[in-house]
């Protein structure tokens, strides 16, 4: 195959990208148009099954690593370290079709494009789908991205329990994806992410292209309030140590800070399990979890105290126990400057209208960041919806960021 100048970038085949997204969507489909591919469940592995399928047939040589992240090589002139891009085809229960799943098969469409146009780069290329990105069966999120960059240990990734008392490790042997290839001491040249914005801006603002900067700091945080139960009608306001009212007091305290703080303080309370949960029952047990994100790290770490603090006040207040879990705790993460400098750049020579912004959600990219160069590439979320099943964005679009993806591998790639 020829080799080839950055001029002679050949063009991803659109409808051929559309296909594999909509054929990739129909692995654990859902009602309204989403998929539910939970990490390491039965449809997970199918639908690793299927990218893997895709990969062989683009003679991308295919390995398995110890906690089921995939990559897919394709050979260049010379060996080294490969320009990689990717991203997860993991997904919340109630997610969208494109979350994770348009980088990974926009990388496809790169190899694709490559192979159509004969074209061998210089330096090899990858891309990779890590395990659990999510993180909502299994925390944290981005859990396989950090084992395969070495934060994570291996072992205490696979001794992780799921929120359905399973471990990594038994699910990971049971849909056959516990692979040979280490982990920990992988090199890449640089790592490329395109990705779905999942929020409002690009769209409120008539922009295509996310040229993105960083990704804000995460701390998740699982709290365990345990009361006593007794009669919703026979026991006095005062008498009660009710596991529920704490937690919604919490949860109103959060979204109440987040107010306070302002700026990009960001506060949820996703998860709320209430024991025995019965109408005339006061609980005496409460599991919830506390989101916190903002992109600066000083002031996270502010929101992150004074919950704590909050919450060791309104225990002692109503006589309950408290104990907390950290299930994630990512401090923000900067974007190698050139890779934002020439995502803006290509966008802006390919006439499209591009913008510099910070990623709410949490990427695989910002895991990559911690061992190469790292970037990404967003495209608009129509009306700002991830994580609903109604997540969509245009083809027009998806072309548009796809373009862009194998510009940029093809430019890291040849120089
Ligand atoms: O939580 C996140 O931001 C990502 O979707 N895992
Ligand atoms: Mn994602
Ligand atoms: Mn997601």
């Known amino acids: 195959m020829s080799s080839a100048t950055v001029a002679q970038v050949p063009v991803v085949n659109r409808e051929r990208l559309l296909k594999r997204i909509s054929d990739l969507a129909a692995v654990g489909a ?6 539910c591919r939970l ?64 980088g990974v098969l926009a990388g496809l469409e790169v190899m694709a494009a490559l192979n159509d146009a004969g074209i061998v780069t210089q330096r090899p290329l990858a891309v990779a789908f890590f395990t659990n990105e999510e993180g909502a069966r299994f925390q944290p999120d981005m859990m396989g991205s950090l084992v395969f960059q070495g934060d994570m240990p291996l072992q205490q990734a696979l ?35 395109l990705h779905v914005e999942q929020g409002p801006v690009l769209e409120h ?7 993105v900067t960083g990704v804000q700091g995460i701390h998740w945080t699982e709290y365990t309030v345990e009361g006593i139960s007794n009669h919703a009608g026979t026991t006095p306001m005062r008498l009660r140590h009710d596991a529920g009212i704490v937690a919604a007091r919490i949860a109103c305290f959060v979204r109440d800070l987040s107010a306070r703080l302002g700026g990009g303080q960001l506060a949820t309370v996703g998860h709320l399990q209430l024991t025995p949960n019965l109408i005339n029952v006061i609980p005496n047990r409460a599991v919830f979890t506390v989101d916190l994100r903002n992109t600066d790290g000083v002031v996270l770490v502010q929101a992150v105290q004074s919950v704590s603090e909050f919450a060791a006040v309104v225990a002692t207040e109503e006589g309950v126990s408290l104990t907390t879990r950290s299930l994630a705790d990512f401090a923000p993460v900067e974007f190698a400057p050139h890779l934002v400098d020439r995502v803006e750049a290509i966008a802006r020579q390919r006439g499209h209208s591009v913008r510099r912004m910070p990623s709410g959600a949490g990427h695989d990219a910002q895991m990559l960041a911690r061992m190469c160069p790292a970037g990404m590439i967003f495209v608009p979320s129509v009306g700002g919806l991830s994580h609903n099943v109604a997540e969509f964005t245009a083809d027009s679009d998806i072309q548009a960021g796809a373009d862009i993806l194998l510009e940029l591998m093809l430019e890291l790639a040849q120089s």
Do not use: K
């Open 205 to 211: 603002e008539h922009i295509t292209i996310g040229a």
């Open 39 to 102: 990490a390491l469940t039965d449809s997970d592995r199918e639908g690793r099954d299927l990218v893997c399928r895709w990969m062989q047939e683009l003679q991308l040589e295919v390995s398995v690593d110890a906690i089921g992240n995939v990559v897919g090589l394709r050979r260049g002139r010379e060996d080294g370290a490969p320009v990689m891009t990717g991203s997860h085809i993991d997904t919340v229960r109630t997610g969208g079709r494109y979350d994770g799943n348009l």
């Open 30 to 35: 859902i009602e309204g148009g989403g998929v």
């Open 159 to 193: 001794d992780t329990v799921g929120i359905d008392g399973t471990s990594v490790r038994e699910n990971l042997d049971r849909i056959g994806y516990a692979g040979a290839a280490p982990v920990g001491n992988n090199r890449v040249h640089a790592f490329v992410e």
